[in-house]
């Protein structure tokens, strides 16, 4: 897919690129940011949660970039080599036609992988067009000063913390701490930038042409053959080939975490403060693109993320709120301590800009079923799990029967204080659920009896005091009256029949009080205070849960719709943040998991049900 974009001419007297108009490349180990205006300005070395290195996005005069552009008035337009994460820019102008290749090259060799080796390869495929270059990094978030040592066509950046190698078959200039590079092209002519994480281990190494292209080749053989694997045929390959294209890019290899997302603090709302960093292991999110792999036949993938879990002993945990805890570190580490970044101004004025997470000590209790979900069904659909990891999941259960009818942050990670939300008593009772239907198929030790009896009272305490007569609708606190989205995995996890007359009251409700077009807004935050000020966008996994509610329930053509438009709000490469604005606009980190693991589900199960 490719869309007409203004080149330049962005938002902001041209200071930000919206979040929209980006694609992601990476190498399973970090990303980058590519704007349609072929800036680079989001890029974290060597990994995910490493502090970045361009970060314009966050602020466009202290955050750092890579620009590589025309030097003439064009217009763009970006596309993904087809079933790949190879991202082409294009750039028309009144004398020819030329494109950027970005890509970074997928390797296992430990040394090169360490390289990081990010690919930028301009082409000139009609006519001629003078280009130039700004390669201007910022390290540490902008707070570490650099040295430049610039010798022929290598460009070498020290910080205290990090270096970064710059080779270019197009001339290079000093610009103060930077570089520059102005130069043309004629039909069929290209040249190559590569920027490279050196040390004493990876010295830096010249990309000449030929190298590059088949690098690009091998790059586009890597992704198809990966993709290849994918079992969805149906009606929306394009938008589930991309979702999991982009779920495999927010894997960590080393250690088959999964990130949330890629970014840091890009906004909820512009302006406001509910500006979060997301790269790190939600234990849900995680879980939830398991469940997503599995669907598509990726088992590799939930193999190495139960590795994560398995290795790191993340089921032995013994913190203060319970076995888990809410997220990780990409290595496993749980100690992400939050603070903020003065000295960036957020994107588009969107203050502050954070970094770590200071919900990691949130209890919630309803991450216990999402993992053991995730558990059951790689137990089902990938390997038998083992002995070990059996009594290590009978463990958290056990604990689970003593601790679920105790008020916690809840699923939306609030920030007004714990309360009884149905929402994570929904989830508990998956997690004793489906830990029993594991016992059972596999002929397991358990205490089922006691299992049996917590499933019972979670179920029972949900339907007496999870209902609200008055609403016709389960709500989102015990003896509440308010709405929320997230009670639409409830037939999604064969709680309740998508065709009870309790919840298609409740379906109603929602579609009434929650839904926008085909949009959904998790719940009303001046009904429910979350400690947060202002208001948020609609958030785009609930209206995928809603599509998949609806299909569900019988009411396919209301899915099928609900479903097609939910797809335009995608950006011209089929990706999504995490929520959508008032006027469309995307909003949140980006691209977001959530987002399309729930795109697949939705997908998978409306299609199956049209047949």
Same mark, same amino acid.
């Given at each position: 897919?490719?869309?007409?974009?203004?080149?330049?001419?962005?938002?902001?007297?041209?200071?930000?690129?919206?979040?929209?108009?980006?694609?992601?490349?990476?190498?399973?180990?970090?990303?980058?940011?590519?704007?349609?205006?072929?800036?680079?300005?989001?890029?974290?070395?060597?990994?995910?949660?490493?502090?970045?290195?361009?970060?314009?996005?966050?602020?466009?005069?202290?955050?750092?970039?890579?620009?590589?552009?025309?030097?003439?008035?064009?217009?763009?337009?970006?596309?993904?080599?087809?079933?790949?994460?190879?991202?082409?820019?294009?750039?028309?102008?009144?004398?020819?036609?030329?494109?950027?290749?970005?890509?970074?090259?997928?390797?296992?060799?430990?040394?090169?992988?360490?390289?990081?080796?990010?690919?930028?390869?301009?082409?000139?495929?009609?006519?001629?067009?003078?280009?130039?270059?700004?390669?201007?990094?910022?390290?540490?978030?902008?707070?570490?000063?650099?040295?430049?040592?610039?010798?022929?066509?290598?460009?070498?950046?020290?910080?205290?913390?990090?270096?970064?190698?710059?080779?270019?078959?197009?001339?290079?200039?000093?610009?103060?701490?930077?570089?520059?590079?102005?130069?043309?092209?004629?039909?069929?002519?290209?040249?190559?930038?590569?920027?490279?994480?050196?040390?004493?281990?990876?010295?830096?190494?010249?990309?000449?042409?030929?190298?590059?292209?088949?690098?690009?080749?091998?790059?586009?053989?890597?992704?198809?053959?990966?993709?290849?694997?994918?079992?969805?045929?149906?009606?929306?390959?394009?938008?589930?080939?991309?979702?999991?294209?982009?779920?495999?890019?927010?894997? $960590?290899?080393?250690?088959?975490?999964?990130?949330?997302?890629?970014?840091?603090?890009?906004?909820?709302?512009?302006?406001?403060?509910?500006?979060?960093?997301?790269?790190?292991?939600?234990?849900?999110?995680?879980?939830?693109?398991?469940?997503?792999?599995?669907?598509?036949?990726?088992?590799?993938?939930?193999?190495?993320?139960?590795?994560?879990?398995?290795?790191?002993?993340?089921?032995?945990?013994?913190?203060?709120?319970?076995?888990?805890?809410?997220?990780?570190?990409?290595?496993?580490?749980?100690?992400?301590?939050?603070?903020?970044?003065?000295?960036?101004?957020?994107?588009?004025?969107?203050?502050?800009?954070?970094?770590?997470?200071?919900?990691?000590?949130?209890?919630?209790?309803?991450?216990?079923?999402?993992?053991?979900?995730?558990?059951?069904?790689?137990?089902?659909?990938?390997?038998?799990?083992?002995?070990?990891?059996?009594?290590?999941?009978?463990?958290?259960?056990?604990?689970?029967?003593?601790?679920?009818?105790?008020?916690?942050?809840?699923?939306?990670?609030?920030?007004?204080?714990?309360?009884?939300?149905? $929402?994570?008593?929904?989830?508990?009772?998956?997690?004793?659920?489906?830990?029993?239907?594991?016992?059972?198929?596999?002929?397991?030790?358990?205490?089922?009896?006691?299992?049996?009896?917590?499933?019972?009272?979670?179920?029972?305490?949900?339907?007496?005091?999870?209902?609200?007569?008055?609403?016709?609708?389960?709500?989102?606190?015990?003896?509440?009256?308010?709405?929320?989205?997230?009670?639409?995995?409830?037939?999604?996890?064969?709680?309740?029949?998508?065709?009870?007359?309790?919840?298609?009251?409740?379906?109603?409700?929602?579609?009434?009080?929650?839904?926008?077009?085909?949009?959904?807004?998790?719940?009303?935050?001046?009904?429910?205070?979350?400690?947060?000020?202002?208001?948020?966008?609609?958030?785009?996994?609930?209206?995928?849960? $809603?599509?998949?509610?609806?299909?569900?329930?019988?009411?396919?053509?209301?899915?099928?719709?609900?479903?097609?438009?939910?797809?335009? $709000?995608?950006?011209?490469?089929?990706?999504?943040?995490?929520?959508?604005?008032?006027?469309?606009?995307?909003?949140?980190?980006?691209?977001?998991?959530?987002?399309?693991?729930?795109?697949?589900?939705?997908?998978?199960?409306?299609?199956?049900?049209?047949?």
């Amino acid at each position: 897919m490719a869309f007409d974009t203004t080149g330049s001419e962005q938002a902001d007297g041209g200071r930000y690129t919206p979040i929209s108009d980006h694609g992601l490349i990476g190498d399973l180990r970090t990303t980058a940011l590519v704007a349609t205006n072929g800036t680079i300005d989001w890029y974290c070395c060597p990994r995910f949660d490493a502090p970045s290195v361009f970060g314009s996005i966050l602020d466009a005069d202290r955050g750092g970039s890579f620009e590589l552009a025309a030097d003439v008035r064009t217009r763009t337009r970006q596309f993904y080599f087809p079933d790949t994460n190879v991202l082409i820019t294009r750039f028309f102008a009144a004398d020819g036609v030329a494109e950027i290749q970005d890509f970074m090259p997928v390797v296992d060799e430990s040394r090169e992988a360490a390289r990081h080796r990010l690919i930028r390869r301009v082409i000139c495929v009609r006519g001629t067009l003078p280009f130039r270059a700004r390669i201007a990094p910022r390290f540490g978030y902008g707070t570490e000063p650099h040295t430049l040592h610039l010798e022929d066509h290598t460009a070498v950046f020290r910080s205290p913390s990090l270096a970064l190698a710059l080779t270019a078959t197009a001339p290079l200039e000093a610009d103060g701490p930077d570089v520059s590079s102005h130069f043309k092209l004629l039909e069929g002519e290209s040249q190559v930038f590569a920027l490279d994480r050196i040390g004493d281990d990876v010295p830096p190494r010249a990309c000449p042409r030929a190298e590059a292209q088949e690098q690009a080749e091998a790059t586009v053989r890597f992704w198809r053959h990966w993709l290849a694997r994918s079992r969805y045929h149906g009606r929306w390959r394009e938008m589930v080939n991309r979702s999991a294209l982009v779920l495999k890019l927010l894997t $960590y290899a080393p250690t088959g975490a999964i990130v949330a997302a890629p970014t840091t603090s890009l906004p909820e709302r512009i302006g406001g403060e509910r500006n979060w960093d997301y790269r790190y292991v939600w234990v849900r999110d995680a879980a939830f693109c398991v469940y997503a792999m599995l669907r598509l036949g990726f088992t590799s993938e939930a193999e190495a993320f139960m590795g994560f879990i398995s290795e790191r002993g993340i089921l032995r945990g013994t913190g203060e709120t319970g076995p888990l805890q809410i997220m990780y570190g990409i290595d496993g580490r749980t100690d992400l301590p939050e603070y903020e970044l003065p000295q960036l101004e957020g994107h588009l004025g969107s203050a502050p800009v954070r970094v770590g997470n200071a919900a990691t000590g949130q209890l919630q209790l309803d991450i216990y079923g999402a993992l053991i979900d995730s558990i059951y069904l790689y137990d089902k659909w990938g390997q038998p799990i083992s002995s070990d990891r059996w009594d290590e999941v009978g463990a958290v259960v056990d604990w689970l029967c003593e601790h679920w009818d105790q008020p916690d942050e809840g699923v939306w990670e609030t920030r007004a204080g714990r309360r009884n939300f149905v $929402y994570s008593r929904l989830m508990c009772w998956v997690a004793l659920e489906r830990a029993m239907r594991m016992a059972n198929r596999r002929g397991l030790p358990a205490d089922l009896t006691r299992w049996r009896e917590a499933r019972d009272a979670i179920y029972r305490q949900i339907m007496r005091r999870g209902w609200s007569a008055d609403r016709g609708a389960f709500v989102q606190g015990l003896d509440d009256h308010v709405l929320d989205a997230s009670l639409l995995m409830m037939p999604m996890a064969k709680f309740v029949s998508p065709t009870d007359p309790k919840w298609l009251s409740t379906l109603d409700a929602l579609t009434a009080d929650l839904v926008s077009d085909s949009l959904v807004y998790r719940y009303d935050p001046t009904a429910s205070p979350d400690g947060l000020r202002g208001p948020e966008g609609t958030f785009s996994i609930c209206s995928f849960w $809603y599509v998949e509610a609806l299909a569900r329930a019988g009411r396919l053509e209301e899915a099928r719709l609900a479903f097609e438009k939910m797809l335009t $709000y995608a950006n011209h490469l089929g990706l999504f943040a995490e929520e959508i604005g008032p006027t469309g606009e995307q909003l949140g980190n980006f691209p977001q998991a959530f987002t399309h693991l729930s795109l697949i589900s939705a997908a998978f199960n409306l299609d199956r049900a049209l047949g």
